[in-house]
């Protein structure tokens, strides 16, 4: 799912789509195991296992489909194989008689999509993927029921080459590939829709006739392809069959981690078809939300950390196995619930519609044109007018908050020297606090922060503080980048709302922190919020005694730092904090005026390159802007002096 929000002063940060975490851990255990069957191939066995593959015995196409699979993790062999048109043997694989041909091929063609991107997937897509892919879910709609019967509705733990693990083996690969083509191949949608295979993907999401395991990995993939899909929307539309199933669905019992990831995923399918429901889904869906949110999940991974040594033997025990699991999956619906939540605040108000009305079209901002660039996470549009109140009626914004806390640093410890099971969750958790930081982002301006409660404010500034210069252990870049764009965001909410920022009270000190970050994080996207953010302390009042500090900081973003994006936001403000008049005592102190009228004509220079070079236009029309405003903002300098 895409997180979406309003832009101000750049394009939002995309977060991949939590939904897919499970699939990644699949990808490394094949990984794993592969390293020596893409050697071979790489070593120019290719031919022999591609001529396994069209032979007329099935057992030889297929262990052909299964080591060509293992080839495939190395991204090296692929153009070596694609030249050897591997992919029109692996799709007419995939509609072969043996259900152990057809699930191996699945999973090479998944391999491929991973290790060769975008490009192999548009070409997947041209030579009719999808028509195969509907082929298979089309098949799998009676077959995958069938199999589960005889299993007993569970997959099997001791034979796992039977007849009917293959078959649910070969739902879970197809279920894979579709989300890989649909995440990844621009073009994929239109041939989705024309396939067919949404009807078959919607009636095997269904925990009743499939393992819940199996009926989760079918939502999370229904779950990708109706995202931004009238087609989608209209196939709801035109069956309330179906729509009543999934709102039931949605609220199905069971408290373990399978039942709750389960809930959240449907909840995100709805969302996605939210014109084709009646308004009470809205209540429905916050009500899955929140039970998910509301959640701690400290206990449980303090269970984990005291398991570790057992989880990292050769036998793990099932109870043991269990409880990572439950851990995992608890993790992954709480990310979802974010990635909903925070989307929701983004939505209009005729997202939710009366059934027998007209569905409305989603104006939500295109945000792909902002992809690949520098952002901070801004202000999301006010979503329904109901919502504010909902989401206070529920105490969401502060168990958001809550979810956004770090670890004891000692447990952060523990996991971090586990490379093996403590790492990989301990980043998994990282990931789930990022994604509750972008929801509380775009909760900011739906929250009246005018409440009598002075503390509010302060306490709100010093949880985003905390986690900004105490990030957690082994985090991934993008979670400074979003603490600081949510510290970034708020900060703008205050100020642009008159006497706000008095009842704020930062600590004056909290500017040495953060003009580190803005002179010396080694992330561009972090620099730039930092230098937003200077430019925000620099306009309250408590911090006019460090007024000279400040414009160092933003002297040094527009004369010494290398990113365009900063420049842009160094002038930006500059014009802020150094309108007036009272300030120009400083002005004069820092030298700003030449600076400035040097900053022109390197400005100039740099746009005449971007154009040239043709880097995105967003960035463009910022330097562009910024160009104007610095020329109007030197002449008005000058006439304050006169």
Same mark, same amino acid.
């Given at each position: ?88 043997? =692996? ?24 290790? $060769? ?73 239109? #041939? ?5 295979? =949404?009807?078959?993907? @919607? ?10 395991? =199996? ?27 179906? @729509? ?9 019992? $069971? ?5 709750? =990831? ?59 196995? #269990? ?13 979802? @619930? ?41 202000? @999301? ?103 600081? $764009? ?157």
């Amino acid at each position: 799912m895409k997180v979406k929000s309003n832009r101000k002063r750049g394009p939002m940060h995309r977060h991949r789509p939590a939904h897919m975490s499970h699939m990644e851990e699949v990808e490394e255990e094949d990984r794993d195991a592969g390293e020596a069957g893409a050697a071979g191939a790489a070593g120019g066995s290719s031919m022999n296992f591609l001529t396994q593959m069209t032979s007329d015995v099935a057992e030889q196409r297929e262990f052909g489909c299964a080591t060509v699979a293992v080839a495939l993790l190395d991204p090296s062999t692929v153009p070596l194989l694609l030249r050897q048109n591997v992919t029109r043997i =692996l799709l007419s694989c995939l509609g072969d008689a043996s259900q152990p041909v057809r699930t191996e091929a699945a999973g090479a063609l998944r391999n491929l999509t991973i290790s $060769g991107g975008s490009e192999v997937c548009d070409r997947l897509v041209q030579e009719s993927v999808m028509s195969a892919i509907a082929a298979s879910l089309a098949h799998y709609v009676s077959a995958a029921p069938a199999a589960a019967a005889v299993l007993g509705g569970r997959r099997a733990k001791t034979d796992k080459h039977s007849d009917e693990e293959t078959t649910l083996n070969g739902l879970e690969n197809t279920l894979y590939l579709l989300m890989q083509i649909a995440e990844r191949a621009e073009v994929a949608l239109a #041939h989705l829709n024309s396939s067919g295979l =949404l009807g078959s993907l @919607a009636m095997l999401v269904n925990p009743d006739t499939l393992p819940l395991s =199996l009926a989760i990995i079918a939502a999370q993939a229904l779950q990708t392809v109706t995202e931004d899909n009238d087609t989608a929307m209209q196939m709801f539309c035109d069956s309330p069959v179906v @729509a009543n199933a999934f709102v039931s669905m949605a609220q199905r019992a $069971g408290g373990s981690g399978e039942d709750t =990831l389960f809930r959240v995923v449907v909840c995100g399918c709805l969302f996605n078809v939210r014109a084709a429901l009646d308004a009470n889904a809205l209540n429905i869906i916050l009500q899955v939300v929140n039970s998910c949110i509301e959640t701690n999940l400290a206990p449980l991974v303090a269970q984990v950390v005291e398991s570790l040594p057992k989880l990292n033997k050769d036998n793990v025990a099932e109870k043991d196995k #269990h409880l990572l699991d439950e851990c995992k999956l608890f993790l992954s619906a709480q990310q979802n @619930a974010f990635e909903i939540l925070a989307n929701l605040c983004t939505s209009d108000d005729d997202q939710w519609e009366d059934r027998e009305e007209e569905g409305g079209d989603d104006d939500d901002d295109d945000v792909d044109a902002y992809d690949n660039v520098p952002e901070p996470v801004h202000e @999301a549009a006010a979503g329904p007018s109901e919502l504010a109140g909902l989401f206070l009626q529920y105490g969401l914004p502060n168990k958001v908050l809550s979810r956004c806390e770090n670890l004891p640093v000692a447990i952060q410890q523990i996991l971090a020297g586990d490379a093996t099971v403590g790492l990989p969750l301990l980043k998994q958790i990282t990931g789930t606090q990022t994604r509750a930081l972008v929801c509380l982002s775009n909760m900011l301006p739906l929250l009246d922060l005018q409440t009598p409660d002075a503390s509010f404010l302060a306490d709100l500034w010093q949880h985003f503080y905390a986690l900004g210069t105490s990030p957690p252990l082994q985090c991934e870049d993008d979670f400074l980048e979003t603490v600081t $764009g949510v510290m970034w965001a708020f900060l703008r909410r205050v100020m642009d709302t008159p006497g706000l920022h008095a009842r704020l009270a930062i600590p004056v000190e909290h500017l040495v922190e953060v003009r580190t970050l803005a002179m010396a994080s080694a992330q561009e996207q972090v620099r730039m919020n930092a230098v937003g953010l200077v430019g925000c302390l620099g306009r309250i009042p408590a911090f006019q005694p460090g007024l000279q500090s400040i414009g160092e900081v933003l002297i040094h973003a527009i004369s010494v730092d290398q990113s365009l994006w900063v420049l842009a936001e160094g002038l930006n403000s500059i014009f802020d904090v150094f309108a007036e008049p009272e300030v120009n005592a400083v002005f004069v102190q820092l030298q700003m005026a030449p600076v400035l009228e040097r900053t022109v004509n390197v400005l100039k220079a740099k746009l005449k390159d971007a154009r040239k070079d043709k880097l995105d236009r967003a960035l463009v029309g910022r330097l562009d802007e910024a160009k104007t405003n610095l020329v109007r903002f030197i002449k008005y300098k000058k006439a304050q002096f006169k």
